[in-house]
């Protein structure tokens, strides 16, 4: 399918055939046609066909047209007048579309005119005028003059006029002037009939300052001189507006080939006739949305939510200032009405918002009023906070993701940008990721379409997306994505974040999310088997040790996923693949940042070998004692300097140390690299209080200071 085919647009050009009449116009229509037909009186005739812009009077005079043809003695005219920039023109190329017409008639039956030939010669234009000097010639052949000879003329051929005069309400002031003065000027033309079509209340105020008190109802007498027969054009049945309309949303659907769901259609049908109904007055609007909605359903099939798409496109045709007041404002409606801090509502925002849709709907009715903000309500539900204090939990802000909803902060901007913006995820290309995850074991096939996705965009969104869907997943889907992360974990952002823990950088809501979908598949007889998997299989043991720590992160034992000894076996596992890692250094030099839970597990687990480890790697260098110390020293993420660096060995440090090494035979061994003299010399100082960097031997005094305190 071509979605930019011109076959899936509604065109919004009047109808001519009688077949295609949804309104009922061709009645009305008909009857203007049957009474010019009829009229016995010679004396000219003007109609007037009142309508709004878009309510159809194109079409009836297409119509009248139409019924006007199958009569020989009528001569149509249909004159447009806003081709045209001034009067000289307008009144120049009038004469001359009406001379050519008659001129028609006198070349094809010359024998028939022979006594208006005879008396006016036989010239190419029967009003005799040379119009390439519209000055000059009118000068010579005076305006009675020209009506006589058109008087003459249909008198002799038997002939009536109809010239029709559409779009008035298009021309601007000056020429809506010109016009009905030229109308005024020519509109006693025997046997000929004027239809005039326009918006009355427009036309009325664009020529009323000419007249009288300068007012609407001025212009209104005006016209009251000229229009023998006015006539308003029948106003289109609500019931037919709606089913041309959803005609028109029918074939949009169709064309887009989407399939929705009965709830989908009951919420739409339920807004749409609920809150946008009652604006829907003429077809031309009907059109407009039906190809609203034929561009923009093609473009985000399968990105949005549709019927979200279909709601706002219906506020763009039918509420154009909330539309554009919503798509320039997106805090208002995405954005929280809470404080910042604490609890309670932003009570400035929430007057800031009531104020704006005060001043929007200045021209609406109290019915619309109340309709926009059920619609806007439907669209953004954050608004219920402003209006009915209202609120939302998280829960409900990953349904309005998973949803694709435009309240999602993520989705809002697609909206109105008929794309997937930059560095976003096109939901269609992440639904075939899944679906090609369900379908394949190859876990490298699937890591490298990830990382084919990954390219394009950010990883917290990739993240989002993933975790969003968390418990729609079966285990084998859950476990092959487990192991798409553990692959790609080394491209995964894991700096910054709150308190420079690094919890919900990609990172580690990585890692979260596998605990979430092993904790969806808890009662899986495999469970602790992957479990165990999931310490080696991670390229980066980081990775592993991220997935261990949030594995253990459960407090309440009904929370767990393990039992105790289980936790121990993969402590254990994690150990040996640390230790097999480290090679030739060891794991307080090759772990540093893991060491606390290392070394830890590993005492209790089998303190002679963990000692045994612990003595061999000090005895093979002195210095070695430092790298210990320090590996237990906590590294600090801060503002305050762009790279982390090492802090304070406190007393909390300290204590930690000592519970499983001997601290009589760590400070033998550090009197070995530092004199008790040099490190008595001062005192420590903090860096966590100052702007002194670490050193080994204030780290060395400051486990000095706490070993002291410890005697006393």
């Known amino acids: 399918m071509n979605d930019t085919n011109s076959e899936n647009y509604s065109t919004d050009k009047p109808i001519i055939e009688k077949e295609l009449d949804a309104f009922q116009r061709y009645g009305f229509s008909k009857r203007i046609a049957e009474t010019i037909v009829e009229r016995k009186n010679r004396d000219s005739l003007v109609f007037g066909i009142f309508g709004v812009w878009g309510e159809g009077k194109s079409t009836v005079l297409n119509f009248i047209n139409k019924e006007l043809e199958s009569h020989d003695e009528i001569l149509t005219l249909v004159f447009n007048p806003w081709r045209y920039g001034d009067e000289d023109t307008l009144i120049k190329n009038f004469l001359k579309k009406v001379s050519e017409l008659l001129g028609k008639e006198l070349s094809s039956n010359k ?91 427009m036309v009325a105020s664009a020529i009323g300052e000419r007249f009288g008190t300068g007012d609407k109802k001025a212009g209104e007498n005006f016209l009251e001189k000229i229009i023998q027969v006015p006539l308003s054009i029948p106003k289109a049945q609500p019931d037919a507006l709606k089913k041309f309309c959803f005609k028109l949303v029918d074939n949009a659907i169709l064309k887009s080939e989407l399939n929705l769901s009965e709830d989908e259609v009951q919420r739409f049908v339920y807004q749409f006739t609920t809150n946008i109904l009652g604006r829907l007055t003429t077809p031309r609007l009907a059109v407009r949305y039906g190809n609203t909605l034929s561009f923009s359903l093609p473009l985000l099939k399968g990105e949005v939510n549709i019927i979200d798409l279909m709601l706002i496109e219906a506020l763009r045709v039918f509420y154009p200032e909330h539309y554009s007041f919503v798509k320039n404002n997106p805090d208002y409606f995405i954005g929280s009405y809470s404080e910042t801090y604490g609890h309670g509502n932003n009570q400035a925002k929430i007057d800031s918002i009531k104020k704006h849709f005060e001043n929007l709907e200045i021209n609406l009715g109290e019915k619309d009023k109340s309709k926009v903000r059920d619609l806007l309500s439907n669209l953004f539900p954050r608004l219920d906070t402003a209006f009915g ?92 994505i487990s192991k798409v992360l553990c692959d790609i974990s080394r491209e995964l952002p894991k700096q910054g974040g709150m308190m420079s823990m690094g919890f919900e950088t990609p990172f580690g809501q990585a890692a979260i999310f596998i605990l979430q979908l092993l904790k969806n598949h808890k009662e899986k007889e495999d469970l602790f088997d992957f479990g165990k998997e999931l310490m080696t299989y991670p390229k980066q043991f980081e990775f592993a040790y991220e997935i261990n720590n949030w594995l253990r992160s459960s407090k309440q034992p009904e929370e767990k996923l393990f039992n105790d000894e289980q936790y121990v076996e993969l402590a254990k596992i994690l150990t040996e693949r640390a230790l097999e890692e480290s090679k030739d250094k060891s794991i307080f030099e090759r772990f540093p940042e893991h060491i606390g839970y290392i070394g830890h597990t590993w005492a209790e687990r089998d303190k002679p070998e963990f000692d045994k480890y612990v003595e061999s790697f000090l005895d093979r260098d002195e210095k070695n004692i430092l790298i210990l110390l320090k590996s237990y020293t906590p590294t600090v993420r801060s503002s305050a300097k762009p790279e982390p660096f090492k802090g304070d060995l406190s007393r909390d440090r300290y204590e930690y140390l000592v519970s499983f090494y001997d601290k009589e035979k760590l400070f033998e061994r550090i009197q070995t690299v530092f004199k008790i003299k040099e490190i008595e010399a001062e005192g420590p100082f903090w860096i966590d209080y100052g702007t002194q960097d670490f050193t080994d031997l204030n780290m060395v005094r400051q486990f000095y200071k706490w070993y002291q305190e410890e005697k006393k």
């Open 389 to 480: 204090n209202y609120h939302f939990g998280n829960e409900t802000y990953n349904e309005w993701f998973v949803q694709k909803r435009i309240v999602s902060t993520k989705y809002f901007d697609r909206y109105f940008s008929y794309s997937v913006i930059e560095g976003d995820i096109s939901d269609i290309e992440f639904d075939l990721l899944l679906e090609f995850i369900a379908q394949t074991d190859n876990i490298d096939l699937i890591t490298e379409k990830v990382q084919g996705i990954i390219t394009k965009t950010s990883k917290d969104n990739f993240m989002q997306k993933l975790r969003s869907l968390e418990k729609e997943y079966d285990w084998e889907s859950a476990k092959r």
């Open 111 to 201: 024998e028939k005119f022979a006594g208006f030939v005879g008396k006016y010669g036989s010239v190419g234009s029967i009003i005799g005028v040379d119009f390439s000097d519209v000055g000059k010639n009118l000068a010579d052949v005076d305006l009675e003059n020209l009506k006589k000879r058109v008087d003459e003329f249909i008198s002799e051929s038997g002939k009536r006029l109809v010239i029709f005069i559409d779009d008035i309400d298009r021309l601007d002031k000056q020429e809506i002037y010109s016009l009905f003065r030229l109308v005024k000027l020519t509109a006693d033309f025997k046997n000929t009939t004027y239809i005039l079509s326009f918006d009355q209340e």
